[in-house]
Structures are given as structure tokens and as C-alpha cells.
């Protein structure tokens, strides 16, 4: 039986909602579609990490790497969620002289547990005696065995999840797979079982990935909350430095990545990364990020918005963080 944290009361709540408690029209089905659904957002190569991973590796960071230090397994790891910000929030804390972090993402605890911690370790980077050991892999988050395998590793790993509305997450994600497969279906038709019955299909990733209470129940079975950092990828986006002093504070850092780090990219609609005392032009986030979304039927976002406030209001509770996601959306 895994270890109980000091949520145990609330374990399985948001299954048994999932499962029961349906609001009328809004009703779920658990089938797999045809459509073979993309569940990553990694652009990761098993080519690029056993370069990574191989006795030759001089790191996996952007920043120069030292040859001295060791590798070492990480202390903390962003865990979550796909399309949510976890890799502007990774090119942000890597700013940060104590901390390196590998830029491909190791997908370790879902796709390749097998290899073992020492083919882990050798992915990492080398760091000196203080500095923080990271990684990010947004799928760990929705996989069922990740919290068990990393508590296996060290119970102390700290973890930090990026979310973001569910309802705009879903279709970032759907955007990305489209940008990939431009012959798949619409939205529209992916996201429901029976559109006219408003049968909505948490099968598919896209809608599932969002059901964050649900997930988050599988992690409080094996860590305390305190362990678990919740970074709003709005505000990464609106406050960058705001969130950043969090995460700063959450890993036990100085907080050194300021707003003097930021440039807003009016372009992008996102910040881009520069150093303080450098007149180099700022460092933003590749041509993947910050697609442009395709328009979605505004009764498909009304039912999904439906679907998910139960959810986003456990998860609320759960977290004790109001994300304001409604509100959000009634400021529309």
C-alpha cells in the first residue's frame, strides 16, 4: 500500500465525482476514440539523451557547463502539465546561477523507468556542491506510476506543477497536435462523444490532462502537500517575476531571477528571458510556442467550462489556491 499523506480523507474524490456524479447533459464517457490522440509535448529524441546520457555528456544545459562537479539524480523535478508554461518556467529558473537543469525533457518515470537511475543520473547535468538538480517532463504528471517511482527515489523530491485554464489548455494542446497532423478531426468533433447529447469525451488527453484534481490525488498519496509547488501559467505569463520569487522560494533559492530578467514580446504575447547586464537581445521561445489558436465554437468552450468548474473547484479546495480560472472567463 503506497504511504498515505495528510490529504488521505479526499483520496479519491475526484474519481468517484468523475464516475457518479454527472451534471445533467454533461455527461462523460471513458471509451478510447479512433483517433490515435498524441498524449506528449516532448520534442525529445532517444538520439538527444543518449547523447545526454553518455560518459562523453559535458550536461544538458543551455548555460556554459562546467567539466567540473558530478552528476547527480535531481532534487526537484516540473512535473506538470503539457501545454501549461513548464518550459518557459524551465528557461526561467535556469537563469539562475544554483540551478541546472536539462533542456530535452528524460521522460524517466513514464517511457523509460527501465533503463534504471544510473542511465538518469548520466542525463543530468554536472553541478557543484549547492546547486539544484532539475528536470521537467509535463507528462509525469498524468501518469499513474510516476508518483510511486519518484517517491521511490527520494521521498524529498520536490515537485512543481504549471497549470493553466483547462479550458485554454486543452486547446493549446489540440493546436500543437494539428500543427503535426493537419488532416485530423476538428475540435469540435474530437471533444464529444455525442455532441448532441453534449456526451464530452475525457478520453481524449487533450480533456483529460485538465481534470487536474483527479490526477493530483494520485501524488498526494505518496507526497505532503508542502512538497508541491503550483505555478499559475497565467501569471507566469502577466507576472513572470511573481511567479519566479515562488518558485525561488519553494526550491530554497535566492531570488535572483527578477523582473529585470523579462522583456515582454508584444509578438509572442509571452515574456522572453535576458540577462540584466547584457545589451544581447532578449532569449524567447521557439516558433512552437505561442501558435495562434483556431476558433473554436463558443458553445463547445460553454460545456467544456461547464465540465470542468466541479473539477477546477475541488482542485481549488485541494490546493488551497483559487486560480480564478471562472472569473477569468467571465471578464471575457
Not at 523530491?157 to 504549471?162: D, E, P
Amino acid at each position: 500500500a503506497p504511504p498515505r499523506a495528510s490529504n488521505g480523507s479526499r483520496e479519491g474524490a475526484a474519481g468517484t465525482w468523475l464516475r457518479t456524479q454527472l451534471a445533467p447533459g454533461e455527461v462523460i464517457t471513458a471509451q478510447s476514440g479512433a483517433f490515435e490522440r498524441d498524449p506528449q509535448e516532448s520534442s525529445t529524441t532517444d538520439e538527444e539523451l543518449s547523447r545526454a546520457g553518455s560518459p562523453a555528456s559535458r550536461g544538458g544545459s543551455g548555460s556554459t557547463t562546467p567539466d567540473y562537479g558530478e552528476k547527480r539524480l535531481p532534487q526537484a523535478l516540473i512535473i506538470g502539465v503539457k501545454k501549461g508554461g513548464t518550459r518557459a518556467l524551465l528557461e526561467a529558473i535556469r537563469a539562475h546561477p544554483d540551478v541546472r537543469a536539462v533542456g530535452t525533457e528524460p521522460h524517466f518515470f513514464d517511457r523509460n523507468y527501465e533503463k534504471g537511475l544510473e542511465w538518469y543520473r548520466n542525463v543530468m547535468p554536472k553541478t557543484l556542491d549547492g546547486q539544484i538538480t532539475m528536470e521537467k517532463t509535463p507528462s509525469y504528471f498524468v501518469t499513474n506510476e510516476a508518483p510511486r517511482r519518484i517517491h521511490s527515489m527520494a521521498k524529498d523530491t520536490k515537485l512543481i506543477v504549471v497549470v493553466r485554464n483547462p479550458v485554454t489548455r486543452a486547446i493549446s494542446d489540440y493546436t500543437q497536435t494539428l500543427s503535426k497532423k493537419p488532416e485530423i478531426p476538428t475540435f469540435e468533433v474530437l471533444a464529444f462523444k455525442n455532441r448532441t447529447l453534449g456526451l464530452i469525451d475525457a478520453s481524449w488527453s487533450a480533456i483529460r490532462i485538465g481534470i487536474y484534481a483527479l490526477h493530483l490525488e494520485n501524488w498526494l498519496q505518496y507526497f505532503p502537500l508542502s512538497q508541491i509547488l503550483f505555478v499559475s501559467g497565467e501569471r507566469l505569463i502577466t507576472d513572470p517575476a511573481g511567479e519566479m520569487a515562488k518558485v525561488q522560494d519553494f526550491l530554497g533559492l535566492k531570488r535572483i531571477v527578477t523582473e529585470k530578467h523579462f522583456y515582454f514580446n508584444k509578438t509572442k504575447g509571452f515574456p522572453c528571458l535576458k540577462k540584466p547586464e547584457d545589451s544581447s537581445a532578449p532569449r524567447c521561445l521557439g516558433k512552437s510556442k505561442g501558435r495562434t489558436h483556431p476558433k473554436i465554437d463558443p458553445d463547445v468552450i460553454h460545456r467544456l467550462r461547464k465540465f470542468y468548474k466541479p473539477f477546477n473547484a475541488m482542485f481549488y479546495q485541494m490546493t488551497g489556491q483559487d486560480f480564478q480560472w471562472e472569473q477569468e472567463e467571465s471578464d471575457k
